[in-house]
């Protein structure tokens, strides 16, 4: 079935620091990809998303590519905020989209 | 303000012990569904919903029942819980099926079940 591959964390940065975060998926079909985002006591929140290869999902400096070739959707930023330590899903959903599947989530720690 | 709700958000039960967790949506939205959240496993669907009365399986489904009588409700039932069901869980909803529609999460029940 299909399936979402995480890096495992935490990732520990600085502020100011680049980010990268990375997610590989197997699927059948072709699915559309997302990023989501919880912070601590909250659900999940939709970062950004691409529904085609090669599209760019970005949003608050974040951004992810979907690379069809290496079936990789990796998160990037440039520059990380303490604000943005969170725990971050990458997921899919097929095109008849009855759920989505989830990684395991990758948690993020920014120190000032 | 459009939001998903659940409630409880925490809950501590003994094994056995009926008990449902509502999951209420104010968004007018067709789909909604349920998730899990384990350490090391993400999150994994329990069942989900297209529509009022139209309910299925998620990967997940053993132990829980869910009913659709109307749009805006989507409750959880265990009907006899046990320890392997202390999770967090997560309700979702989005204006219909289909990826193009982004999912709106509810803020989590955490369910201790000793």
């Known amino acids: 079935g299909d399936s979402v591959t995480q890096m495992e964390g935490p990732v520990t940065l600085s502020e100011e620091a680049f980010l990268t975060i990375n997610c590989t998926y197997t699927a059948t079909g072709y699915p559309s990809l997302f990023w989501y985002v919880q912070y601590p006591g909250e659900g999940l929140q939709l970062l950004l998303k691409?529904?085609?290869?090669?599209d760019k999902g970005s949003n608050k400096g974040f951004e992810a590519t979907y690379r069809k070739e290496t079936t990789s959707f990796h998160l990037e930023k440039g520059s990380v905020q303490v604000s943005d330590s969170a725990v971050y899903f990458c997921?899919?959903?097929?095109?008849?989209?009855?759920?989505?599947?989830f990684g395991t989530g990758t948690r993020l720690l920014v120190s000032p | 303000e459009a939001q998903v709700t659940q409630n409880p958000r925490y809950l501590i039960t003994v094994t056995g012990k009926k008990l449902t967790v509502t999951c209420s949506q104010n968004?007018?939205?067709?789909?909604m569904s349920w998730y899990r959240q384990d350490p090391g496993l993400g999150l994994r669907q329990i069942y989900y919903?297209?529509?009022?009365?139209?309910?299925d399986k998620g990967d997940v489904p053993e132990g829980y029942k869910v009913s659709r009588k109307e749009k805006r409700n989507f409750p959880l039932i265990l009907e006899s819980p046990s320890p392997n069901q202390t999770s967090l869980y997560f309700c979702?909803?989005?204006?219909?099926?289909?990826?193009?529609?982004?999912?709106?999460f509810g803020p989590g029940t955490r369910l201790t079940v000793t």
């Open positions: 919903s297209m529509n009022v009365e139209v309910t």
């Open positions: 997921a899919l959903s097929d095109p008849g989209f009855q759920k989505l599947v």
């Open positions: 979702a909803s989005s204006l219909s099926a289909g990826s193009s529609y982004e999912q709106y």
């Open positions: 968004m007018n939205h067709e789909y």
């Open positions: 691409a529904t085609k290869a090669d």
